[in-house]
């Protein structure tokens, strides 16, 4: 683990340019070379997310890095969910009972633009972008790239290799080419796609709606979010299924048939986006995988991160949250004084893996409960009561979405399994009436209610245990 070694990073997103500026300041000699013109300079959203969810373990790596402040500063602060019903009626409800917890709206490239500038103040870091990489030789950890200008092709030759290029990564695809050991991977898609639309502005540049709330228009199969931008506008996203329903993205082929749709399902929301033809038609329409896959490195040389190991669906926020955990568990191995690069690589894939497989489950999971158990009654119940625990126990009750979001010492494996366990134990206790928001209870009476749901929570744990889940 030479210092001098010359290391390559492929893909210069929010995880490799993260990745690249730590290791510069740990000392690395790095280049990073990436397929997209520099975002500082071209607007490359093209219809893809331009604004995400950051939250407390995605900071932590920030603060790791120096960055924190700078990525706050461009923060718009959400306290909690807005529900719309078809008649325009919201009602909020709040991610914490603790004060203090949020999650934020950020913009994909301004953050990105903030992690490449600062990697670019090391004289040990290079970028180089419209450098398409187009094969990799994992056994000789030498790459190959197509230069987007010149439309030459070049090598590049290194000790150690990261693929940090999302999704689609070309370092995975040469896992399972070349076959040069067993290597498992899977790619599952929902059945739903997405498509970016967008509420401007106020004509004084004010935000026409709640700008505290990431908001959800649930509609059982399919549903709308809006997240505030700095400028005023929103950034809207519709999920809807390519062919299932009496709409689908297959049959809202016309300006009549998406107004109708517009009208029937998201009346408020369409008088807000004037544009919605144009933004529907121009816009691409992206789908919705998860990406899981063993081992994420070769021999001694070749890593994946990031996405490229485990991409997540977006609907717990945590996509860009756990690729830069990945930076953060990553940094803390190095410092645990092993001597090669394979060991650093296993110890990273071991302590890791388990983690990002559970948060891709757990996205499956609040992909069902935005679209349609938000506004389910018992649900309100469950967060209602969940959102009082936390206010009057701060220190003794997390939700299972507390966990994951506000509690960065929690893994996701463990925040999942103790969450899906009190999440059963609370609808129990709603469904057998053994507890009720009907009415305020006192602090003693909530006390009552949280032994209950430790109690059953324990229970169902070692039930767990005991049948190996």
Request: net charge negative.
């Amino acid at each position: 683990m030479n210092k001098e070694q010359n290391i390559l990073i492929i893909g210069a997103g929010l995880c490799g340019s993260l990745l690249a500026l730590r290791l510069a300041q740990r000392g690395y000699k790095v280049a990073v070379y990436e397929s997209r013109p520099d975002l500082r300079i071209t607007d490359i959203s093209a219809g893809r997310s331009i604004n995400l969810a950051l939250s407390d373990r995605g900071f932590k790596a920030l603060r790791l890095a120096g960055v924190e402040e700078q990525a706050k500063a461009i923060c718009i602060p959400m306290y909690g969910r807005l529900m719309h019903d078809k008649q325009g009626a919201t009602f909020a409800s709040n991610y914490s009972g603790r004060e203090g917890e949020y999650i934020n709206s950020i913009s994909r490239g301004d953050l990105n633009g903030i992690l490449l500038t600062e990697a670019e103040k090391h004289q040990n870091v290079s970028i180089y972008f419209n450098k398409k990489c187009v094969d990799i030789d994992i056994e000789n950890t030498v790459a190959t790239f197509e230069d987007y200008t010149s439309k030459q092709e070049f090598t590049v030759n290194a000790d150690v290799i990261f693929g940090t290029d999302g999704a689609g990564s070309v370092l995975r695809k040469s896992y399972y080419l070349d076959r040069k050991f067993l290597f498992s991977y899977s790619q599952n898609y929902l059945s739903h796609g997405y498509k970016e639309l967008e509420i401007p502005a106020a004509a004084n540049g004010a935000h026409q709606i709640s700008k505290d709330h990431l908001h959800i228009w649930p509609r059982g199969d399919y549903m709308l979010i809006a997240l505030p931008n700095l400028d005023g506008s929103f950034t809207v996203t519709l999920f809807l299924s390519y062919d299932d329903g009496e709409y689908n993205f297959n049959n809202l082929t016309s300006k009549e048939t998406i107004t109708r749709f517009f009208e029937k399902e998201f009346p408020d929301a369409l008088a807000l986006i004037p544009n919605i033809k144009d933004e529907f038609f121009n816009n691409p329409t992206g789908a919705l995988g998860t990406v899981k896959c063993s081992p994420w490195s070769y021999q001694n040389n070749t890593l994946l991160m990031g996405d490229a190991a485990h991409a997540i669906v977006p609907f717990y926020g945590q996509g860009m949250n756990a690729s830069f955990e990945d930076v953060t568990v990553f940094d803390e191995i190095l410092d645990g004084g092993l001597e090669s690069w394979e060991a650093v690589f296993k110890a990273f894939e071991k302590l890791r893996k388990q983690d990002t497989d559970a948060i891709a489950d757990l996205a499956i999971d609040n992909f069902h409960e935005m679209k349609d158990h938000v506004a389910n009654p018992l649900f309100k119940q469950k967060r209602k009561i969940e959102m009082d625990l936390e206010k009057t126990f701060p220190s003794d009750y997390f939700s299972k979405y507390s966990m994951v979001t506000f509690n960065e010492e929690i893994g996701y494996e463990q925040a999942m399994k103790i969450g899906r366990a009190q999440d059963k134990a609370l609808l129990n206790l709603i469904a057998d009436e053994a507890v009720s928001t009907s009415l305020e209870m006192t602090k003693e009476e909530l006390k009552i209610v949280l032994d209950k749901i430790q109690q059953e929570t324990n229970e169902i744990l070692n039930e767990d245990k005991i049948a190996g889940l």
